[in-house]
């Protein structure tokens, strides 16, 4: 046996829809704008503080840049000079930082 054509006649998908359309308006309608619901997000103290810390780094100060320039200049004319016992000492204390 087959059966041919399971799709229902149109004019009950019609029906149904225009139905279930002026429902859904007359609710949209009847809907006041106090009843809406707003969505919020609460920020942790920790990730606030690293807002902060981000916002921060944004803004590079002034100082900085000059302190950058007076460098690549002192580099360029081979005037820049490091001071090797001064790197020595910090590289020490990270390590005896580090593994204490």
Do not use: C
Not at 16 to 41: C, F, H, R, V
Not at 74 to 90: D, F, G, I, L, R
């Amino acid at each position: 046996m087959k059966i041919s054509n399971t799709t229902p006649p149109n004019y009950i998908n019609q029906a149904y829809a225009g139905q279930a359309g002026n429902t859904a308006n007359q609710n949209l309608k009847s809907q006041k704008p106090a009843d809406e619901k707003t969505d919020s997000i609460n920020f942790s103290d920790q990730t606030k503080a690293l807002q902060k810390i981000d916002k921060a780094m944004e803004s590079e100060p002034a100082d900085r840049k000059k302190y950058v320039a007076d460098i690549k200049q002192k580099v360029e004319s081979n005037q820049y000079n490091v001071n090797a016992e001064a790197v020595a000492e910090k590289i020490v204390g990270s390590f005896m930082n580090q593994f204490g």
